[in-house]
């Protein structure tokens, strides 16, 4: 057997956590960390010192040598600037190992090379990354040796985000405000803030990686630009929640371990639906944390892969033909006395603070689906929003049969008396026990799923934060809470008002609940007879964020300014145009430099066996015929490779924004897919031994 791994003790082992501090940090101080992590407000700079100095000994203890900010940018991924602790000598030339208070709370990389769109010039580079003592610091072992990280925000001069966190943050506090509100509502006067809790499923694939290095695409893009389909996909459904191979289980093993040490609750492993692909789930926790966590388990995947000799692929599409890869993002609001907005309780159809949350949210998300739907696009979930495998492109709602049977109950006569039971389970067999099952199934092809005490939003994107989702959530419920509220708590008679508030929302936005089969045709036709918005790709989705309607949603709650969304508007272009840039370039070094030769070579080859066949006097008929079908597919793959190339080219003299991107979504896109058939088709037809790159089946099959 293997060495025992005491996971209680690992656990949070690298992290600065709330424990630690107490243990390390005179009475006072720690007294006034707790208070401000509770209520916000700002440590005093006497207090931040004695903070970093205790943070410092405790991370040079456990060997580390540097301290980073580490913040989230728009890029999506994170960031990070390592200066050591080494401070400047004394006379006799002795060292010691300093970080002070200052540089705990602030900092000021010159990090002029992100994406701001605009907000900042690199003549007034200028950005500061603040300190969120609400996440953690913690230890990166990594080959640079052992890294204190401190999650940070990262600002503009003049206080505008450039990243994730910031907008997050905020929106973090709206939702708490906003919250609030309704419960006080309802009598509880206990709770002092309310907490958007998130829990991020991760999917991702593992390739060998010496195979995966033999493909350009896989190295550029992060997914296969080219590949015929192996001769089987995931129809067997034999690798979902299937057995995990050693080599996947040694990774996982070893991954568990990383992110336990990281403080970070890996809790559920599995494989998924297509062959190389699997998922783990972490507890939820709050907002911000989850989603530094989130980049957390990103980061150690890939690194954890590396190790193992494999590749870990967090692109949404790495493979044609089997499922892609998401990110379920699970949220709900909590108290901080512990009531769940979102827990319908034994009798939904009698709870009406519960209702009312209900009916808030509906109104939120029919209002602005448009919003949530940007919210969980990125360049690669294109290709996965309304591919039959993940949700459509529309926001619709699944509540299940009883809460959609309440909802009904509740438009028609104004009263919801009746309630559906889920009732006993029984499995007919004596020895197996029976049991009292849900009152809901659930539905895989919606968007956004009520599943018992959460929200489920099922449209993220594997390689995507989930900062921008849970942003938007909070923002749009916060809006509807606020306008609840501002109805309610000038009501005479709240019971009559709040029936009626109920009533209003839920008749005026019931066309977003939809319990069917999302992934059907009909469901797309009926969408739009309902008017709500299908919006296709990325690209498209740009523009919804500078909308009046939503400039104003996110002002009002100081989430985002009117220059911070045009400008995120313009990077979501700037993103998206690159990225394709990227593929694009990648296909036509993929066809001039490997495929077209290696097919050449093989014509060479089959014509000199059609002439050595010939010449031996037999008919080479079954030669001659490859030869022709092998030389004309050629001929229309570099017909294809000169359109792209001449597309690209023009898109690349584009100038940067709207116009560029959509050219790539509507032109390049096209062509690319163009010059992909011939060349897939090619790989089905010539030896295996000349073709210049590892085949889907050797990528999925044999890992
Ligand atoms: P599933 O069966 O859909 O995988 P799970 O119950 O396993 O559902 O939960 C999936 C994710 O949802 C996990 O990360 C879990 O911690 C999270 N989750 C569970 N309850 C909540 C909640 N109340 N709020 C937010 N996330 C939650
Ligand atoms: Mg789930």
Redesign the pocket.
């Known amino acids: 057997m293997s060495e025992v791994l005491n996971v209680e003790e690992i656990f949070a082992k690298n992290v600065f956590t709330l424990g630690k501090m107490k243990e390390r940090l005179p009475k006072n101080v720690f007294k006034e960390v707790k208070r401000v992590m509770e209520q916000g407000g700002e440590l005093s700079l006497a207090s931040a010192d004695v903070v970093a100095k205790a943070m410092k000994d405790w991370a040079v203890e456990n060997g580390a040598t540097h301290y980073t900010h580490w913040f989230q940018p728009l890029t999506g991924i994170t960031a990070e600037k390592h200066d050591s602790f080494v401070s400047h000598p004394d006379e006799e030339g002795k060292m010691l190992m300093e970080f002070s208070g200052k540089e705990l709370i602030k900092g000021e990389p010159d990090a002029s090379s992100f994406p701001s769109g605009g907000l900042r010039a690199t003549f007034e580079a200028r950005g500061y990354t603040a300190w969120d003592i609400t996440s953690p610091a913690f230890l990166k072992e990594a080959a640079t040796g052992v890294i204190l990280c401190i999650p940070t925000a990262f600002c503009s001069y003049k206080g505008e985000a450039l990243d994730k966190k910031t907008p997050l943050l905020r929106s973090m506090e709206a939702i708490s405000e906003q919250a609030l509100r309704i419960v006080r509502l309802f009598g509880n006067t206990e709770a002092t803030k309310v907490v958007a809790s998130v829990g991020a ?1 991760q999917e991702y694939f593992l390739v060998d990686s010496e195979k995966a290095l033999q493909r350009d695409d896989l190295i550029f893009a992060g997914r296969t630009l080219f590949g015929a389909p192996a001769p089987k996909g995931q129809e067997m459904d034999d690798h979902y929640f299937g057995v995990i191979r050693e080599r996947i289980g040694a990774y996982m093993k070893d991954l568990n371990e990383e992110l336990w040490k990281l403080g970070v609750t890996a809790k559920t492993q599995h494989n998924e639906a297509a062959p190389a692909q699997h998922e783990l ?1 972490p507890i939820y926790e709050t907002a911000n944390i989850a989603v530094d966590h989130n980049q957390i388990i990103m980061e150690t995947m890939k690194r954890v892969a590396a190790k193992h000799g494999l590749r870990c692929l967090l692109h949404e599409k790495p493979f044609a033909g089997v499922n892609g890869s998401g990110k ?1 993002d ?1 949220w709900s609001l909590t108290t901080d006395n512990g009531v769940n907005l979102l827990d319908p309780g034994d009798t939904p159809n009698e709870n009406i603070q519960f209702l009312l949350v209900l009916s808030c949210i509906m109104k939120a998300v029919d209002t602005h689906a448009d919003l949530l739907r940007q919210s969980a696009s990125d360049p690669g979930n294109d290709h996965r929003l309304g591919a039959c495998e993940a949700p459509p492109a529309i926001i619709s709602m699944f509540l299940g049969e009883q809460l959609e049977d309440v909802v009904k109950q509740l438009v028609e006569t104004g009263e919801a008396h009746s309630l559906i039971e889920g009732g006993k389970l029984e499995t007919g067999v004596s020895t197996l026990p029976d049991f009292q099952k849900d009152a809901t199934d659930r539905n895989r092809t919606s968007p956004f799923a009520f ?1 018992g005490n959460k929200f ?1 939003f ?1 449209m993220v994107g594997s390689a995507d934060s989930v900062a921008s989702p849970n942003t938007t959530l909070n923002a749009i419920v916060a809006e509807a809470f606020c306008e609840a509220a501002d109805v309610l708590e000038k009501a005479d008679d709240f019971a009559m008002a709040v029936h009626d508030l109920i009533k209003e929302y839920m008749t005026k936005h019931q066309r977003i609940i939809f319990n069917g089969n999302g992934y059907s045709e009909e469901w797309v036709a009926e969408a739009e007879r309902r008017g709500l918005p299908n919006i296709s790709s990325m690209v498209e989705a740009a523009s919804t964020i500078t909308t009046d309607k939503a400039v104003k949603l996110f002002e009002r709650f100081g989430i985002f300014t009117k220059a911070e969304l045009e400008s995120r508007e313009e990077i979501l272009y700037e993103n998206y145009a690159k990225t394709i840039n990227i593929e694009a370039l990648t296909m036509i070094e993929m066809s001039s430099k490997q495929i077209v030769p290696a097919v050449v070579k093989y014509t060479k080859e089959l014509a000199d066996t059609v002439n050595a066949v010939k010449a031996a006097g037999v008919d080479a008929f079954v030669q001659v015929e490859l030869l022709n079908k092998v030389s004309v597919k050629l001929a229309e793959m570099q017909k294809a490779l000169e359109h792209l190339m001449e597309v690209e080219a023009k898109a690349a003299a584009m100038e940067e924004g709207k116009e560029r991107a959509f050219y790539y979504r509507q032109v390049v896109m096209k062509a690319m897919e163009a010059l992909r058939t011939p060349a897939d088709e090619l790989e089905m037809m010539v030896d295996k031994k000349v073709w210049p790159f590892p085949t889907y089946g050797d990528l999925i099959f044999e890992v």
Request: charged letters at 45%.
């Open positions: 499923e789930a379920h699970n599943t489920e099922r």
